[in-house]
Nanobody
């Protein structure tokens, strides 16, 4: 079965760190550019980061730049989002996505990616 599955979400205090993962099954993640999106309650989904298949290009939204780091391990068919200095406004459902459209320094050209995970909830609260 072709799918992406996020894990690692949870409750963290402001200023804390969390790493979420996205594992791929049924297809080879190495051939795809991948990214993370998030959707906060009452807000539209936003693309926050992406990384090219060879890891030679990355993008970060201004809201997470300097705090979040995207990475991937093609040998393990998995990608990660390391989140540091978390803020209450980072509270959202985080989704991973994969597509063959390019990830450049300005991100994906659109948000209609081919494959999506089911999402994992990250709550930043004291």
């Amino acid at each position: 079965q072709v799918q992406l599955a996020e894990s690692g979400g949870g409750l963290v205090q402001p200023g804390g760190s969390l790493r979420i993962s996205c594992s791929a099954s049924g297809f080879t993640l190495e051939y795809y550019n991948v990214g993370w999106f998030r959707q906060a309650p009452g807000k539209e989904r936003e693309g926050i980061s992406c990384i090219s298949s060879s890891s030679d290009s990355t993008y970060y939204a201004d809201s997470v730049k300097g705090r979040f780091t995207i990475s991937r391990d093609n040998a393990k068919n998995i990608m990660y989002l390391q989140m540091n200095s978390l803020k209450p406004e980072d509270t959202a459902v985080y989704y991973c996505a994969a597509d063959r459209i390019p990830c450049t320094v300005v991100g994906f050209p659109h948000a209609h990616l081919e494959r999506w995970g089911q999402g994992t909830l990250v709550t930043v609260s004291s």
